[in-house]
T-cell receptor, first 112, second 107 residues
Framework: NAGVTQTPKFQVLKTGQSMTLQCAQDMNHEYMSWYRQDPGMGLRLIHYSVGAGITDQGEVPNGYNVSRSTTEDFPLRLLSAAPSQTSVYFC???????????FGEGSRLTVL | KNEVEQSPQNLTAQEGEFITINCSYSVGISALHWLQQHPGGGIVSLFMLSSGKKKHGRLIATINIQEKHSSLHITASHPRDSAVYICAAYNTDKLIFGTGTRLQVFP
């Protein structure tokens, strides 16, 4: 099993550019979520999904879009990158509320 | 005030010492996770607790639902235990994270 796969691992963007962070899981998990991790602030929830076709906002959703067209995939889109979005991003999945929780390896994004 | 608080923020220990990391939360939860993150590495779930106590090797996690408090203990600590330990409370489909405890174990 690959578990939770995130790509890319590293990315440098210029302000205003767009990009998509990919997240895929092969465990048939219903719950998927995106977090950002910043020094001294811990992990903060950006968006989450409790199943295909269902998404909701977390604590820091501004500047990010998500969609969940399949159970396996949960991409995170930055439409117009800003330096404040420089962070490490983690995708996570679980098969129910908190059970069988797995994280991707993280994606380090730098916006210049 | 954060909904999930951890203490201490930083912890250093000599190899072999008994370690305790504490987590208090102010929200209703269905479960609590203890996570481990090595430097530059991914995040791994060590335990999920909804009551009582769990043990895995040298790691023990306890939770007191009435007091809204959980502890992670490491017995006979080892340099490879050096990592950031994060507690995360599961509240209505969402995880709320503590800011983590950075543990360094020296030989």
């Amino acid at each position: 099993n690959a578990g939770v796969t995130q790509t890319p691992k590293f990315q440098v963007l210029k302000t205003g550019q767009s990009m998509t962070l990919q997240c895929a899981q092969d465990m048939n998990h219903e719950y998927m979520s995106w977090y950002r991790q910043d020094p001294g602030m811990g992990l903060r929830l950006i968006h989450y999904s409790v199943g295909a076709g269902i998404t909701d906002q977390g604590e820091v959703p501004n500047g990010y879009n998500v969609s969940r067209s399949t159970t396996e995939d949960f991409p995170l889109r930055l439409l117009s990158a800003a330096p404040s979005q420089t962070s490490v991003y983690f995708c996570a999945s679980s098969y129910s509320a908190g059970h069988g929780l797995f994280f991707g390896e993280g994606s380090r994004l730098t916006v210049l | 005030k954060n909904e999930v608080e951890q203490s201490p923020q930083n912890l250093t220990a000599q190899e072999g010492e008994f370690i305790t990391i504490n987590c208090s939360y102010s929200v209703g939860i269905s479960a609590l996770h203890w996570l481990q993150q090595h430097p530059g590495g991914g995040i791994v779930s060590l335990f999920m607790l909804s009551s009582g106590k769990k043990k895995h090797g040298r790691l023990i996690a306890t939770i007191n639902i009435q007091e809204k408090h959980s502890s992670l203990h490491i017995t006979a600590s080892h340099p490879r235990d050096s990592a950031v330990y994060i507690c995360a409370a599961y509240n209505t489909d969402k995880l709320i994270f503590g800011t983590g405890t950075r543990l360094q174990v020296f030989p």
